[in-house]
């Protein structure tokens, strides 16, 4: 059993930068990849981003790529979502999730999810 508490969430200004992060429970971090999907109002959740369990492979949505950073401290059982060049669109509640094995960018495959953190972008 994992659980997961996100932080590190609120209201910046277009072009700005926030990180995020997420502590785990339990002794077993370092075996879970880790990721992170967010959700706008009105919309479906989506993925974001997912880093290995190790932290060398590492995974962007699209939308995200050049801007987002994700990373992961194993030893303090946090990942992070470090935020760049702040879109009104990246607007959504951002929530870390973790999964056995590889990272994927498939909700449904990952296993424990945290409660999320709101992150606003005002134009």
């Known amino acids: 059993q994992v659980q997961l508490v996100e932080s590190g969430g609120g209201l910046v200004q277009a072009g700005g930068s926030l990180r995020l992060s997420c502590a785990a429970s339990g002794r077993t971090f370092s075996t879970y990849a880790m990721g992170w999907f967010r959700q706008a109002p009105g919309k479906e959740r989506e993925f974001v981003s997912a880093?290995?369990?190790?932290?060398?492979?590492?995974l962007y949505a699209d939308s995200v790529k050049g801007r987002f950073t994700i990373s992961r401290d194993n030893a303090k059982n946090t990942v992070y979502l470090q935020m760049n060049s702040l879109k009104p669109e990246d607007t959504a509640v951002y929530y870390c999730?973790?999964?056995?094995?590889?990272?994927?960018?498939?909700?449904?495959?990952?296993?424990?999810w945290g409660r999320g953190t709101q992150v606003t972008v005002s134009s």
């Open positions: 999730a973790a999964k056995t094995a590889l990272p994927m960018d498939i909700m449904r495959a990952y296993d424990y």
């Open positions: 880093i290995s369990r190790g932290g060398v492979s590492s």
